[in-house]
Nanobody, 115 residues
Framework: QPQLVESGGGLVQPGGSLKLSCSAS????????MGWYRQAPGKQRELIAT???????NYADSVRGRFIISRDNAKNTAYLQMNSLKPEDTAVYYC?????????WGQGTQVTVSS
């Protein structure tokens, strides 16, 4: 049974950092493009970062230069290092695994940036 489990969310002050993890099981992890999405209250879910099976990364303009996506195929885990966090980064963050038109989703983890 394919499963993605996010962890690492929480409350952080503006300017702080958090690292999210996405642990995958039941899929051939190394063959999937992994992505992080987020959804703020009242807004649509948005794609913020992806890393392909070959390690190529891409970022939304809103997070480029502050967030870093990475993956460890040996651990079946994807990461999102979030630095210089802003209140507008507050959202539920979702892990996504994409391959051949099929998407798998995690349950989401809340990130709140507030003083």
């Amino acid at each position: 049974q394919p499963q993605l489990v996010e962890s690492g969310g929480g409350l952080v002050q503006p300017g702080g950092s958090l690292k999210l993890s996405c642990s995958a099981s039941g899929i051939f992890f190394s063959e999937y493009t992994m992505g992080w999405y987020r959804q703020a209250p009242g807004k649509q879910r948005e794609l913020i970062a992806t890393v392909t099976s070959g390690g190529r990364t891409n970022y939304a303009d809103s997070v480029r230069g502050r967030f870093i996506i990475s993956r460890d195929n040996a651990k079946n885990t994807a990461y999102l290092q979030m630095n210089s966090l802003k209140p507008e980064d507050t959202a539920v963050y979702y892990c996504n695994a994409h391959r051949f038109g099929v998407d798998r989703w995690g349950q989401g983890t809340q990130v709140t940036v507030s003083s």
